[in-house]
Nanobody
């Protein structure tokens, strides 16, 4: 069982920045693929960014087109934490952001945090 706890959400004006953090339990965090998703009111949950474990000590980062060049995913395996640095925020980035984990052999993301609210005002 993997537990995920997000933090770092809040309110910011358009053009501002926030950094989200997600602390994970588990002894093998370095082998987890980690992702960030967003869910805006009335919309389905959507992929934002992922740090995918390739199995050879290398992580592949990918992003939704809407956040490329503005958001950066990173991880600190020593702290069992993944981050989402969000720059040049736009009102349309307003959503609840969820951290998710996929452990080796388990398929798609199947562990989720409780979410953290990000509100961007114009």
């Amino acid at each position: 069982q993997v537990q995920l706890v997000e933090s770092g959400g809040g309110s910011v004006q358009a053009g501002g920045s926030l950094r989200l953090s997600c602390a994970a339990s588990g002894r093998t965090f370095s082998s987890y693929s980690m992702g960030w998703f967003q869910q805006a009111p009335g919309k389905e949950r959507e992929f934002v960014a992922g740090s995918r474990w390739t199995g050879v000590g290398i992580y592949y980062a990918d992003y939704a087109n809407s956040v490329k060049g503005r958001f950066t995913i990173s991880r600190d395996n020593a702290k069992n934490t993944v981050y989402l640095q969000m720059n040049s925020l736009k009102p349309e980035d307003t959503a609840v952001y969820y951290c998710a984990a996929s452990i080796p052999g388990s398929g798609p993301y199947n562990y989720w945090g409780q979410g953290t609210q990000v509100t961007v005002s114009s």
